[in-house]
């Protein structure tokens, strides 16, 4: 305010409104602030600087300035700091434990010289030239190390050790006589036991008559499971069977298995059945599959998870006929021969066996050790005494039934065999694996002519052949049925699926009518499904079964019945 009226004041001679006519004069620079003494600040500004380098006295009540880290924790005086845990000031620290030294050294050098300090005593310190420890054993050892004893060395101590322990063995037979008495002090530390100290039993003397009777028991017990084949106990069942009709023959002397003469089929189109018309319940445990007799399907056979193969009436009483028990375990599949007189059965005992169907005998047995999952007969009449399984060891087997050899192996799949095919007039057939894959085998040449397997393949553990021989119908286990052309290439049909079911986890049967108008398979749910071969549409569905629908099969000669069974134990038949 006095600067502004110094300005405004008319007294002054120098004022430019009374010279209007003289040039203008620049005025002096003037601070607003107030006055500082600058000796003051000088003196401030060196006591700061010198008290940031300083320690902190302990006894100050009072800090005017923000004290470094270091500051904090700078001695007071000398080396130590009076609140180090350690006693090392802090500008000796380079650790959270206190100060380390560096040192480079190789890992075989620090492990020698800390095994040679820790077993003589002494060791050779890396940041200078000398040794540090015992210098007495040093001198005594001549500074050897652990890793460098002589041999002559070695040999020495080898003959102190001889004469040390022959020295021990001396002096045993002078504490001996101390041992005996019970007297001495030697005596009680023989004998003394510790409460931890196992029973101590002496030798084994003459078996009593009990023990002698149990390891005979035992004995016998073990023998029983190793004579099982591949090492498991195998429960050995007599074959018997069990006829359930009338009478096994007619007053005309026909057998009850003899198709009736009136057997033909009706028209060349087949029909979606509709309703249910006869259940077959017998099996105590599910059906895993069923076929119908040869050519004319008036009887049924089928295998059952509780070791049973059952053969039941389709045209007159809807009656079970024969039971066939000769497996003891379930059944896993079952195969007609062209005639029907005799069947196949392949069980989860490993063991193949061959029945006299009207007659219930086993004609024979057939076993390699393994578990067989599909059986089937050479298709060609002069050739029905050749059997061929899937095993379980990956391996088809091929036996002449008349001689009971083995014929040929064809070892190439990298899993089990589910599925054997015949195609190409019987020439050839087609087999699927759990390993993914479809193989195409000239038969009775174990080579591979045909190799399919992609990247999007699944396994196909059912395959069924159109009845014009032309396709293969694969159930693949992501939900769809795919089709295989038979001719040389064996190629896959793109264009014909069929999906909507579910199946993956099940070896559900996939089928065709007679006619091969239709593409039917159970699923995983009990439903039966059926598709429009051309189109490839779902033509209709039935729920037949609590649980899964396993098999189906088309009657041979009355074109709307079907017959499908499941692990719910029934056999369900269809119009």
């Known amino acids: 305010m006095d600067l502004l009226h110094q300005y405004s004041d008319g007294d002054d001679p120098d004022s430019p409104s009374e010279n209007p006519s003289s040039p203008p004069r620049l005025l002096p620079g003037r601070s607003a602030a107030p006055n500082v003494d600058d000796t003051m600040l000088a003196l401030t500004v060196a006591s700061s600087s010198s008290a940031l380098s300083r320690p902190i006295d302990p006894t100050q009540h009072l800090v005017g300035f923000n004290p470094s880290y270091d500051q904090l924790w700078a001695p007071i005086q000398g080396p130590a700091h009076p609140f180090a845990k350690d006693g090392i000031a802090q500008g000796m620290r380079n650790h959270k434990l206190g100060f380390v030294e560096d040192a480079s050294i190789e890992p075989f050098l620090f492990d020698e010289q800390y095994n040679t300090f820790h077993k003589f005593g002494y060791a050779a310190d890396p940041a200078a030239n000398n040794f540090v420890g015992d210098l007495d054993a040093l001198r005594d050892n001549n500074a050897v190390s ?83 084949l591949g090492g498991e106990k195998v429960e050995v069942v007599k074959d018997k069977s069990t006829f359930h009709g009338k009478e096994e023959r007619d007053y005309q002397g026909r057998s009850w298995i003899a198709p009736p003469k009136d057997a033909k089929a009706n028209s060349d189109r087949c029909y979606i059945p509709k309703r249910l018309i006869h259940t077959w319940s017998g099996h105590t445990k599910g059906v895993s599959a069923i076929r119908f007799f040869p050519k004319y399907g008036h009887l049924i056979l089928s295998a059952g998870m509780d070791t049973k193969v059952k053969i039941w009436d389709v045209f007159n009483s809807g009656k079970c006929m024969r039971t066939y028990m000769g497996h003891s375990k379930a059944v896993r599949d079952i195969c007609f021969s062209n005639d029907g007189t005799k069947f196949l059965s392949a069980g989860y005992d490993k063991n193949i066996k061959y029945w006299d169907t009207e007659t219930g005998q086993v004609i024979s047995t057939f076993a390699t050790g393994k578990i067989p999952y599909v059986v089937k007969l050479n298709p060609d009449e002069d050739k029905q005494n050749v059997l061929l399984a899937g095993m379980s060891d990956k391996k088809i087997v091929q036996w002449d039934m008349n001689t009971g050899q083995i014929t040929q192996e064809y070892d190439q799949h990298l899993g089990a065999v589910n599925t054997i095919t015949f195609v190409d007039n019987n020439r050839r057939f087609v087999t699927s694996s759990d390993d993914k894959s479809l193989r195409v085998w000239e038969f009775g040449i174990p080579v591979v002519i045909k190799y399919i397997s992609e990247p999007h393949m699944h396994s196909m553990p059912s395959i069924s052949l159109h009845p014009n021989a032309n396709w293969l119908a694969a159930q693949s286990l992501d939900n769809q049925i795919l089709i295989y052309s038979t001719r040389e290439k064996f190629q896959l049909n793109k264009r014909k699926r069929f999906g909507g079911h579910i199946v993956a986890g099940y070896a559900c049967q996939v089928n065709f009518s007679p006619d091969g108008q239709y593409v039917m398979s159970g699923d995983g749910e009990g439903k039966c499904w059926f598709w429009d071969w051309k189109t490839c549409k779902v033509y209709r569905t039935l729920k037949c079964h609590e649980g899964v629908c396993i098999g189906c099969e088309w009657h041979p000669l009355e074109q709307s019945k079907v017959a499908t069974c499941g692990w719910d134990g029934m056999i369900k038949y269809w119009d």
């Open 146 to 228: 652990v890793y460098n004893i002589p041999r002559h060395e070695h040999k020495k101590r080898r003959i102190e050790a001889k004469q040390k322990k022959k020295s021990e063995e001396d002096d045993d037979g002078d504490v001996n006589e101390e041992i005996e008495n019970p007297a001495s002090e030697a005596w009680i530390m023989k004998n003394k036991k510790s409460p931890w100290a196992g029973k101590k039993e002496g030798l084994q003397g003459e078996l009593t008559e009990e023990q002698q009777k149990y390891a005979e028991e035992y004995a016998k017990k073990k023998g029983e499971e190793k004579s099982g």
